[in-house]
């Protein structure tokens, strides 16, 4: 796995993390400026903040001003869902985040307009069945990521789902660049990483003490469980 350094700047990460033959870890969840930085001193791949005013761990725009000095630590993914404003243009043009992710229902044409703008994109789609397979395959984005159908929640369950599923959208859709989500701990993460071969995989829950706060021996096993897949 690629350890994040001082030295790339925003372009590098974002080719790292979405590289195919690497997994790369992304914590998603952040709330704490705190927790932030010491993921960047512990090597973890990518951050995500949650601005969608519904979840667990809600990070309030407003409030997010100190991710600006995480800029060239680590990948910092904004996450949104079914936002209608700019606010997520707003967001990346003010440089505190370095790619969107769309984690609700918006269809391909949204997802589009991040890519026509250049803006790097990531669609997460819940799974349960190979119709919703068939379905991510038609969004155009940087990466799709693959999480458990969570309705009205939009992820950060702690579920997990069949990963045949998303084998079968490896197969189906050989170009796309997968992240799995869903249930990922220290204890499955190696079965993940072996059975999938995600270009990332997307940890919340199995990264915390609570909600929005972060677990560091969680995060030193997903780290250590990860890079010791061969």
């Not at 993914?77 to 043009?93: C, I, M, P, Q, T």
């Not at 969107?100 to 819940?126: M, N, S, Y």
């Not at 702690?158 to 084998?167: C, K, N, R, S, V």
């Amino acid at each position: 796995m690629r350890a994040l350094s001082e030295e790339l700047g925003p372009g590098d990460f974002t080719m790292g993390f979405f590289d195919r033959d690497e997994t790369s870890l992304k914590v998603c969840g952040v709330t704490l400026r705190s927790d932030a930085e010491r993921l960047v001193e512990m090597g973890v791949d990518a951050v995500g903040f949650n601005f969608w005013e519904g979840s667990k761990r809600y990070l309030n725009p407003k409030d997010a001003k100190w991710a600006e000095v995480l800029a060239g630590g680590i990948l910092r993914v904004g996450v949104f869902v079914n936002e209608e404003s700019d606010l997520a243009y707003r967001l990346y043009g003010d440089g505190l985040i370095d790619v969107v992710q769309l984690h609700g229902d918006e269809g391909p044409e949204v997802t589009g307009r991040f890519v026509e703008a250049g803006i790097p994109v990531i669609k997460a789609v819940g799974v349960r069945a190979a119709e919703d397979v068939d379905a991510a395959g038609r969004h155009r984005a940087d990466a799709i990521l693959l999480d458990a159908y969570a309705p009205r929640v939009f992820g950060g369950t702690g579920e997990t789902f069949d990963w045949g599923l998303a084998i079968d959208f490896k197969r189906k859709f050989p170009e796309e660049v997968v992240i799995l989500a869903g249930g990922i701990t220290a204890l499955n993460v190696k079965a993940a990483v072996r059975e999938v071969r995600p270009a990332a995989v997307d940890v919340a829950s199995g990264a915390e003490i609570e909600p929005g706060v972060k677990d560091f021996d969680k995060v030193a096993a997903l780290l250590v469980a990860c890079r010791g897949v061969l």
